[in-house]
């Protein structure tokens, strides 16, 4: 079945997928600390049906992770907003087009937060560990169009040295500290927004280079799947 929804085609069911069911996701976000309005529109547009299985397609806009398989999970929408909240500057304070430059993704996964952040960056750099995870989110994003995105399977926590420095660093998965290779290729006034801490509880904190030093605050409490060394 082909259906119009949001006026966007797509080949399931309309109940799922339908204006309805994002706006209520929209408004738990925006009830839960998420005050960017680009952001929360962003996660209205984004069809984050068409980035986890068919057979969980009915439970995508709700605010909870999903398996992607290889033990790996979608993050939670209101993860995502508040990471792409904490890159971006606040509203009002810049009039650049697109708000950020270059920006390093660690950990692409499906590729939806890739998805969300990209009309917000010049060009994103994502790294994931595993070949086969990658290859599926770089065919799905070229599906839908999203051109300013450029992959490398790797160690994300060598960074991307070739195109240091970064305006913003995000981190998917979390680490026991913040890797110093991360921390070099932050450019002056650039954001790093990462997971830090054991399994199952982490400090989500923003770095910022400031021109006294690296400024840490913590966000939030989050759980993220182990960054983990070396290639898979
Ligand atoms: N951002 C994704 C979720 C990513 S889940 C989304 O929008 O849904 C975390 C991802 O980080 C997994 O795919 C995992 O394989 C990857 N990962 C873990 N350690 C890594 C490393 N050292 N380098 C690159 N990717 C890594």
């Not at 692409?108 to 790294?127: D, E, H, K, M, N």
Request: charge should be neutral; include cysteine.
């Amino acid at each position: 079945m082909v259906a119009q929804v949001n006026g966007e085609a797509t080949t399931r069911g309309i109940g799922m997928t339908s204006a309805r069911t994002r706006d209520r996701l929209v408004q738990r976000l925006s009830e839960n600390g998420i005050t960017n309005t680009a952001v929360l529109e962003r996660i209205r547009s984004v069809p984050r049906h068409l980035f986890v299985d068919e057979a969980l397609a009915s439970r995508a806009y709700e605010d909870t992770a999903l398996p992607i398989g290889q033990g790996q999970t979608i993050s939670q929408p209101w993860v995502v907003a508040v990471m792409t909240q904490a890159l971006l500057p606040p509203p009002g304070s810049s009039s650049a087009v697109p708000p950020l430059g270059k920006v390093l993704e660690v950990g692409t996964g499906c590729g939806y937060q890739t998805a969300v952040l990209s009309p917000f960056a010049r060009q994103i750099f994502t790294i994931e560990r595993l070949a086969g995870i990658q290859r599926a989110a770089r065919t799905r994003l070229n599906d839908l169009g999203f051109g300013n995105i450029r992959y490398r399977h790797g160690d994300g926590f060598q960074g991307w040295p070739g195109q240091a420095p970064f305006d913003a660093i995000l981190v998917a998965a979390a680490p026991a500290e913040v890797p110093a290779a991360l921390l070099e290729q932050l450019a002056p006034g650039g954001r790093l927004v990462i997971p830090v801490g054991p399994s199952g509880q982490q400090d989500l904190l923003r770095v910022t280079r400031t021109p006294d030093g690296l400024q840490r605050e913590l966000l939030s409490q989050v759980s993220f799947v182990p960054l983990v060394e070396g290639m898979g």
